[in-house]
C-alpha cells in the first residue's frame, strides 16, 4: 500500500500561482509512476502531469503544457506540481496518484492503484 496525502490547494485570481505537494508514505515510493489528476463538478477525472519513478521523463496534458510543471524527491517521498499563469477553467479538485514502475506510465485514471483525499484549487476570474 501507498498512502498518498495532497496539500497546496487554494483560491488564487487568474494569472497567479500554486504548488501542490504529494506526501507519499507506506512502500517505497520510487517504485511507483506518479501523476496528477483534476476533476471539476460535473465533469470526469482528468489526466494533467505525470512523471516517472526516477524523474528522467515528464509527461503533460495539452491544457497545461507549458503553464505547470510536475517534479519528484524520491529521497523526501514527495511529489510537487507548479501551477502557473492559473486559469479560472483550472479550478477543479485535484489528486496524486501512483502506478507501480514495472508497468508503463499512462494517462487515464483506471491505470493508477493509489490516489489521494484530493485538494481544491479555485481560480477566480
Known amino acids: 500500500q501507498v498512502q498518498l496525502v495532497e496539500s497546496g490547494g487554494g483560491l488564487v485570481q487568474a494569472g497567479g500561482s500554486l504548488r501542490l505537494s504529494c506526501a507519499a508514505s507506506?512502500?517505497?515510493?520510487?517504485?511507483?509512476?506518479t501523476g496528477w489528476f483534476r476533476q471539476a463538478p460535473g465533469k470526469e477525472r482528468e489526466f494533467v502531469a505525470a512523471?516517472?519513478?526516477?524523474?528522467?521523463?515528464?509527461y503533460y496534458a495539452d491544457s497545461v503544457k507549458g503553464r505547470f510543471t510536475i517534479s519528484r524527491d524520491n529521497a523526501k517521498n514527495t511529489v510537487s506540481l507548479q501551477m502557473n499563469s492559473l486559469k479560472p477553467e483550472d479550478t477543479a479538485v485535484y489528486y496524486c496518484?501512483?502506478?507501480?514502475?514495472?508497468?508503463?506510465?499512462?494517462?487515464?485514471?483506471?491505470?493508477?492503484?493509489?490516489w489521494g483525499q484530493g485538494t481544491q484549487v479555485t481560480v477566480s476570474s
Open positions: 496518484a501512483a502506478r507501480n514502475k514495472l508497468y508503463y506510465i499512462k494517462y487515464t485514471a483506471p491505470d493508477y492503484d493509489y
Open positions: 507506506g512502500r517505497t515510493f520510487s517504485n511507483y509512476h
Open positions: 512523471i516517472t519513478w526516477s524523474g528522467g521523463s515528464t
